[in-house]
């Protein structure tokens, strides 16, 4: 499988000198979906940011979509962007364009032509659900629905890559497993997604790899099978990770085998060590 996403001792020091983070290394595969979590200024964003080419990295290689990043020049950028879809947590939604406009306009400025777009908005906004919203603008929506013209602009122009920083920030939290149910849909039919959480009940109810990011530094994920990164085996639960689940206390997730419910969790307060209080 091919990697969307290389981080290769990747480090980032913003001009002020605060280091956001430190020697990140990390694949992401072809059809992975990935939750980051971390505490607030653990360096979430900064890793989102070196992704979408907003940031550059101070150290190390990172490669996207198959191009090296690390010290593209500014006039690439647009064409790695393409390569993937951004959804925002404040939507960024145009709220003077109705809700087909606003998905519609995500293909004019890659230069889609006319009958290409009358032929995908349509279907991209039966994918999300909202095709009867099409003639109304933002302002008459919710915001789970807001949301959702947020990923059917994201997805219009075919991404391999979904990127969604904290996309259910915004909205209600029952609406935000709406929200993760289509991105899930969505990496069924292929896409590889990474997105950014501060919620833990969803990360808890979706079967997904989870990277967590303290102080700059990848401290878990769920990928990593090196023996020195398990924890204790409990032998009525697979154990898939390691994760903060309370800004600062860590919890051993552990979650049944097959066909889990999201009642077969298990969260274990433990004392930062592995070691349950
Ligand atoms: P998170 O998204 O997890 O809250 P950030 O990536 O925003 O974390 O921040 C990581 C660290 O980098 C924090 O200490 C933050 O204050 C610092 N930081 C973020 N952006 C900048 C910037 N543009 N200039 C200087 N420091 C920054």
């Known amino acids: 499988m091919a990697s969307v996403i290389e981080f290769r001792g990747v480090s980032k020091v913003y001009n002020n000198g605060t280091e956001a983070l430190h020697n990140i290394n990390l694949k992401i595969e072809e059809g992975e979906f990935v939750f980051v979590v971390g505490s607030s200024g653990a360096g979430k964003s900064t890793f989102v940011k070196l992704i979408t080419c907003e940031e550059r990295p101070s150290k190390g290689q990172l490669l996207v ?3 090296d990043v690390s010290k593209i020049r500014k006039g690439k ?3 790695v962007r393409r390569k993937m879809g951004i959804v925002f947590q404040d939507f960024r939604l145009i709220e003077h364009m109705t809700v087909y406009d606003n998905v519609a306009f995500a293909m004019r400025v890659v230069g889609a032509s006319g009958r ?8 991209i906004l039966s994918l999300v659900g909202l095709q009867h919203k099409a003639k109304h603008h933002p302002n008459e929506l919710s ?3 807001r949301q ?10 075919n991404p391999s890559l979904i990127i969604a920083d904290e996309p259910t920030g915004n909205i209600d939290p029952a609406l935000s497993f709406e929200i993760v149910d289509l991105l899930s849909e969505i990496n069924r039919r292929g896409t590889t997604i990474l ?6 009940s969803l990360v808890k109810h979706f079967h997904k790899r989870i990277i967590q990011i303290h102080s700059g530094e990848i401290v878990a994920d769920t990928a990593d099978t090196r023996p020195d990164r398990e924890p204790e085996p409990d032998p009525n639960f697979e154990v898939t990770g390691v994760v903060d689940l309370d800004d600062g206390t860590f919890n051993d997730i552990r979650i049944m085998p097959e066909n889990a419910k999201p009642s077969d969790y298990e969260a274990i307060e433990t004392d930062g060590k ?3 209080k």
């Open 65 to 67: 979509a198959g191009e």
């Open 77 to 79: 950028i647009p064409y």
């Open 116 to 123: 290409t777009i009358r032929k995908r908005v349509p279907y």
């Open 143 to 145: 915001g789970g629905e």
């Open 148 to 157: 959702r013209i947020g990923l059917a602009r994201a997805l219009v122009n």
């Open 195 to 200: 997105m950014v959480t501060h919620e833990h």
């Open 274 to 276: 592995g070691e349950r």
